[in-house]
């Protein structure tokens, strides 16, 4: 089993910054690809960015882009993601995903069904 812990969350205004962090631990999973989702009250979980083994092959949710960057140090067994210029519809629960398989060209990185191992979550709420 993997287990992922996120942490970062917390309360900010608008136009504010927050930098998750998803910590592996366990059996390994190389060369999976991770990812994070966040969940709003009452609304789908929703794919925010993710990210293949190696660093090179990113992908983000149109609304996050320019905003957001994930990255990963697979040396520290952990995924980050960089969030600036917060808005208040940036409020949610916001999970860490892996999976066992890498991203390829042709890949579906949004799919929730493709992600083995899921963290508890990690609350970021954005005032307005």
């Known amino acids: 089993q993997v287990q992922l812990v996120e942490s970062g969350g917390g309360l900010v205004q608008t136009g504010g910054s927050l930098r998750l962090s998803c910590v592996a631990s366990g059996r390994t999973f190389s060369p999976g690809a991770m990812a994070w989702f966040r969940q709003a009250p009452e609304k789908y979980r929703e794919f925010v960015a993710a990210i293949n083994w190696s660093g090179d092959r990113i992908y983000y949710v149109d609304s996050v882009k320019d905003r957001f960057t994930i990255s990963r140090d697979n040396a520290k067994n952990t995924m980050y993601l960089q969030m600036n210029n917060l808005k208040p519809e940036d409020t949610a629960v916001y999970f860490c995903?892996?999976?066992?398989?890498?991203?390829?060209?042709?890949?579906?990185?949004?799919?929730?069904?493709?992600?083995?191992?899921w963290g508890q979550g990690t609350q970021v709420t954005v005032s307005s």
């Open positions: 995903a892996a999976r066992l398989s890498d991203l390829y060209s042709g890949s579906t990185p949004w799919r929730v069904s493709d992600y083995n191992f």
